[in-house]
């Protein structure tokens, strides 16, 4: 149906490598080696995982502490039908697990058949990883101790190299609802048309359409305007370095703000068939469709924008920056 609101699973994900500094990169340096550590706070009392900061003097710290692999679990809930973005596959507990020697719990899973095993007050031990790099996955989690496990600290290994960067991956998974506006832009794409929408104070044309003026607060809908696949670069930028996320684009690329014949606001949109040292402010754009047995409800329709070869857009705002850049105050 025409008015059917569209749905699509989506994927929000940015991974990235960030340094870890002396107190975090000594922690996971030590998880590398089977060492827990944690660090003294200010008041004497360890914290583990340790921070490099007092959460409650914000004084800074430094001085790492071994703990032990053995600890009590202060509190704990079951987690029966694990989801498909957890790191475990079977049913487990998420526990606050206090170390021997550590004045702070962490939290982490403890593996056990059901429930009825778990308890407040019981001791547990670290499983740690066959293979470990350096990171909070190293403990694989922890089991129920037995009596005779001890779990002193143990000595750390010296000179090892130290952590001093860690992979961070961030990933969500959910599924995207575009709203009537959208979905009404999305269909109509497969047919090579650009929808927008007016605001009913200003009578400006935003792409693509939102359903209500982000300006005057009130709904645009139910009538889209139909815009020219044709417009001008507002501003732009050159990337010259590869972007992990975008294999497909090989530097130097131009990504550029495009506005179409109609349109009061722009959107980003990738240059294409020009030389990134050709593009300008004002440059006469067209868009770049895919062919038409590959078309689909998507904005990625557009693979990008070419020159039209037409005289540049005058964009008056611009040229009242470079008169004033100039001295001409007229």
């Known amino acids: 149906m025409a008015d059917e609101v569209l749905t699509a699973p989506l994927v929000l994900e940015y991974p990235f490598t960030r340094t870890t500094g002396p107190v975090i990169g000594g922690f996971l340096t030590g998880l590398r080696e089977g060492v827990i550590h944690g660090v003294r706070r200010s008041d004497g009392t360890v914290m583990c995982p340790p921070l490099e900061y007092d959460p409650i003097t ?100 010296s000179d090892v190299e130290q952590v001093q960067s860690v992979r961070t991956p961030i990933r969500m998974e959910y599924t995207y609802t575009p709203g009537r506006a959208l979905s009404q832009y999305l269909r109509a794409m497969k047919d090579k048309r650009i929808l927008g929408d007016t605001c009913p104070e200003t009578g400006e044309v935003s792409v693509p359409p939102r359903g209500v003026s982000s300006v005057a607060g009130k709904p645009t809908l139910p009538e889209l305007v139909d815009l020219p696949d044709t417009g001008y670069i507002e501003s732009f930028n050159i990337t010259r370095v590869p972007i992990k996320m975008r294999p497909d684009l090989t530097p130097p690329y131009v990504s550029a703000w495009i506005v179409l014949d109609g349109a009061s606001v722009g959107f980003m949109g990738l240059g294409m068939n020009v030389e990134p040292e050709d593009v300008r402010v004002g440059m006469r754009v067209r868009a770049v469709w895919k062919p038409d047995d590959e078309l689909e409800m998507s904005a990625q329709n557009i693979l990008g924008w070419e020159p039209t070869g037409e005289p540049d857009e005058v964009i008056a705002d611009y040229a009242l920056v470079g008169r004033i850049e100039q001295g001409d105050d007229q």
């Open 58 to 157: 914000s004084a800074p710290l430094s001085e790492l502490v071994a703990v032990g692999t053995v600890g009590t679990v202060t509190t704990w809930t079951w987690n029966g039908e694990p989801r498909a973005q957890q790191p475990f596959t079977q049913p487990f507990a998420w526990a606050m697990i206090t170390l021997d020697g550590a004045d702070t719990p962490m939290l982490h899973a403890v593996f056990v058949d059901s429930a009825d095993d778990m308890a407040t007050g019981m001791r547990v031990e670290v499983v740690w990883r066959d293979e470990r790099e350096g990171h909070i996955t190293d403990i694989a989690g922890f089991i129920p101790a037995v009596a005779s496990t001890t779990g002193e600290p143990a000595a750390m290994p």
